[in-house]
């Protein structure tokens, strides 16, 4: 798997972002594959053109984080890499103070 490649291989510590949940080979199992890609590394996963999918993506995700704990572990190893990644201000107020 990519994402394995990245962590384990590469020592790669940034985000990960999936695929867009409603893509063909995704959307087959949404709720496995959300919940595998997270799991295995994924930081935050892509919903943004079948709503529908978001929604079965998310409901999978709040079951897995309650029943399972290697789960709710990465979750807060996802937690801490995307806060750290975080600017300490909105980019777009950045911006804006280099005019």
Not at 57 to 75: C, E, Y
Not at 92 to 98: D, F, G, K, P
């Amino acid at each position: 798997m990519a994402i394995g490649v990245l962590r384990r291989d590469w020592g790669f510590d940034g985000v990960l972002v999936t695929d867009d949940v409603s893509m063909a080979a995704y959307a087959r199992d949404v709720r496995g594959n959300v919940v595998a890609s997270l799991s295995g590394g994924a930081d935050l996963a892509l919903a943004s053109y079948d709503p529908d999918l978001a929604y079965v993506a998310l409901d999978a995700i709040i079951r897995a984080r309650r029943g399972d704990p290697a789960f709710a572990a990465a979750m807060q190893t996802s937690a801490a890499r995307l806060a750290r990644s975080a600017p300490a201000e909105p980019f777009c107020r950045r911006l804006a103070s280099r005019r």
